[in-house]
């Protein structure tokens, strides 16, 4: 019996339930490439189908391919885990002198800098590293190092400054990485726009997809930046099964792979124990220790599983935002590749998915309808700077203040609490729920108290006088 007889039905049952143009997934067992399935389009308006070879952005999945090329360097005795960032990288400085003192460069790959959740401090910010690590010792570290786990792409711009010091560069690495498993990734965005690519498909939610804009990720891109096909995607499943591979030596795998940091539990009673390493998250998965690679951001969605000990893993991606449905393929492919009685991941996660998106969508309406008070200063437009954030600017926009900050364009209310709120959709965001503090001379706003990421670390946006 082929137990992979009705992935092309699942596929286009995911694909119509999530509005998806275009999904592929493929099956690993007993270390082999067992199966591999497409359904879709990788262009929709032309009509372009998705293919077993068409590249796609994994995204996060960078993460841990980052992890393992670090560890060869480790091997090769170019680089120590415990050896300070700010050894490596010249100028380096995070806002806490203890993280500047002592983060190394296993606490950037654990997200334990103290750095806060979040991705404004790069999000559409200047496509350079540099520029970033330049915004880093004006970035609240709330936290404190090695106090939580805390996800955040600038610890992963770090390290990519850190293969520099090892004599490399992060693109070459991540080619020296894959070639053994013949795959050619596409680290530079110009290589994937010109590769006969999946193009990715948003917003959030189960609207009708809107072709989103290409990003350059060059400013984080051992966090996000690899792009391959399902196909290649599938051999680093097959390498994983096989602890290493042909990519890295089995006793530094199992260093990377060691879990070190709790992670929160899961909501499914068959996942349990949520770690990370060094190169993985893990759960114990229906009683069997399972790796999961993940990424997912605008236009793209990735997913990998792998329990080595079953010799099995399961990948899948597709091409629209912050869908759970390369989640629930691999989790429906990992069921099958294993044998067991398929869990119903499809319900689940739509279940999911959708009462996500009420809560956020209640939330949002709730706010909007809180009572509105007087503005505190008659003086409010201008251009405010804060130097990680950068500039947000407030206009008048049908005869009502707006905040323009990046690509995101919102309302303006104050509140009788004293908060001037900024709700709404942005680009690429169904719900934003802001909160701002102004402070005030006389009858002008001077400067804001305002964090994206963090509102409980507020940032000073300071005024600044147009000339």
Not at 86 to 114: I, K, M, Q, Y
Not at 237 to 263: F, N, T
Not at 385 to 400: A, C, D, K, L
Not at 452 to 459: G, L, R
């Amino acid at each position: 019996m082929d137990r992979f007889a009705d992935v092309d039905t699942l596929l286009a049952e995911v694909a119509g339930q999530h509005r998806i143009p275009g999904l592929a997934a493929a099956a690993i067992v007993d270390g082999q490439v067992a199966h591999v399935g497409v359904h879709g389009w990788r262009d929709l308006e032309r009509g372009q189908p998705m293919t077993a070879d068409t590249p796609s952005r994994w995204y996060s999945i960078s993460k841990p391919l980052t992890a393992l090329a670090l560890a060869k360097l480790v091997d090769e005795g170019k680089l120590r885990w415990e050896t300070p960032v700010a050894e490596l990288v010249p100028g380096l400085a995070f806002s806490d002198p203890v993280a500047t003192a002592l983060a190394d460069v296993a606490d950037c790959l654990l997200h334990c800098t103290g750095l806060p959740s979040g991705d404004w401090t790069w999000w559409q910010a200047p496509p350079h590293p540099r520029v970033l690590l330049q915004r880093l010792p004006h970035v609240p570290c709330p936290a404190g190092l090695r106090k939580g786990y805390h996800y955040q792409n600038l610890g992963f711009t770090i390290l990519g400054e850190v293969f520099k010091s090892a004599g490399t560069d992060w693109h070459s690495a991540m080619q020296e990485l894959l070639s053994p498993l013949g795959i050619k990734p596409l680290t530079r965005l110009e290589a994937f726009v010109a590769a006969p690519r999946a193009l990715g498909y948003g917003p959030n939610g189960f609207s009708e997809p809107v072709r989103i804009d290409d990003f350059d990720f060059e400013a984080v891109a051992p966090a996000s930046a690899v792009c391959g096909s399902i196909r290649e995607l599938a051999q680093v499943a097959c390498a994983l099964v096989a602890r290493g591979g042909s990519i890295l030596p089995e006793s530094r795998w199992a260093e990377v792979v060691q879990p070190r940091v709790a992670l929160p539990a899961t909501p499914w009673p068959e996942m349990q124990q949520p770690c990370a390493s060094l190169a993985s998250r893990s759960v114990v998965y229906r009683g069997e220790w399972m790796m999961q690679w993940a990424g997912g951001w605008c236009g793209y969605v990735s997913h990998l599983l792998a329990i080595p000990s079953r010799g099995i893993a399961a990948c899948a991606l597709a091409n629209r935002s912050a869908s759970p449905a390369a989640e629930l393929l691999a989790l429906c492919l990992i069921d099958r590749a294993a044998g067991w009685n398929p869990l119903p991941w499809q319900q689940r996660l739509l279940e999911q998915k959708q009462a996500l998106r009420q809560q956020a969508q209640q939330h949002l309406r709730t706010r909007l309808n809180r009572p509105r008070a007087a503005w505190p200063a008659k003086d409010i437009y201008g251009r405010f700077v804060h130097p990680s954030y950068g500039e947000f600017t407030i206009i008048e926009t049908e005869g009502e203040p707006h905040l323009h900050f990046r690509h995101v364009q919102l309302p303006l209310v104050p509140r009788d609490d004293g908060s001037i709120s900024a709700d709404g959709a942005g680009a690429g965001f169904n719900e934003l729920c802001w909160d701002l503090h102004p402070r005030i001379e006389g009858n002008r706003i001077t400067a804001w108290l305002f964090n994206p990421d963090c509102p409980a670390k507020p940032c000073c946006f300071e005024r600044v006088e147009d000339t």
